[in-house]
């Protein structure tokens, strides 16, 4: 792992210790990072989005770069979905993050966030989305702006070329838990 690589999860640890939660609201991504002279849409793909959704402030507070965010596009295209859990939990936890795999209808306590796994069968690639604190679902594809919204409390079986997979509980362990509940998904 590069030097700019490992300095950008640890500022973004730097954030959740300081008690964040995914809350990007309806930011758009179309907001240049002074980090890195780029639109943060270039920097953040689907498993930034949907494991870590920084607000575009916060992306530029983690002085994230061109360079530094290829940590979140560095996933094996091998076909082994071990290996991409392997690493997305590898990431997680150099920021202080801990991702347990959950069921579908798991409701997560108010230091938590569920995110849904995807496969593509044909290329092999894979694909996150974030369950936002309403419930719905938000998706977004590589590089693009566009973040997609699904009005459900349960993600679409099929995305684009991806399927379902599982889903993944993400705990902010710098955050006390209450009981499930507290936030209605």
């Known amino acids: ?37 780029s639109e943060v849409s270039e920097l953040v793909n689907c498993f930034a989005h949907a494991c870590f959704n920084l607000t575009n402030q916060q992306l530029t507070d983690c002085q994230i770069t061109s360079e530094s965010s290829r940590i979140f596009w560095k996933f094996p295209i091998d076909g082994f979905r071990s290996h991409d859990i392997l690493r997305m939990k590898k990431i997680l936890a150099q920021t202080g993050l801990e991702v347990k795999r959950c069921k579908a209808d798991q409701r997560p306590e108010n230091n938590q966030w569920k995110v849904a796994f995807y496969c593509d069968g044909a290329w092999g690639d894979i694909h996150f989305m974030l369950q936002e604190r309403n419930g719905t679902w938000s998706s977004k594809l ?16 099929k995305y684009d070329t991806y399927k379902l997979h599982s889903f993944y509980m993400i705990t902010n362990p710098y955050i006390t838990p209450t009981p499930s509940g507290e936030f209605c998904r």
Do not use: C, D, H
């Open 1 to 37: 792992m590069k030097k700019s690589e490992k300095a950008l999860l640890k500022n973004i640890n730097e954030i959740y210790k300081k008690g964040y939660i995914p809350a990007r609201g309806n930011q758009t991504y179309k907001y240049v990072a002074k980090s890195a002279n």
């Open 142 to 157: 590589g590089a693009q702006r566009k973040i997609e919204k699904f009005g459900t409390t349960y993600p679409p079986k």
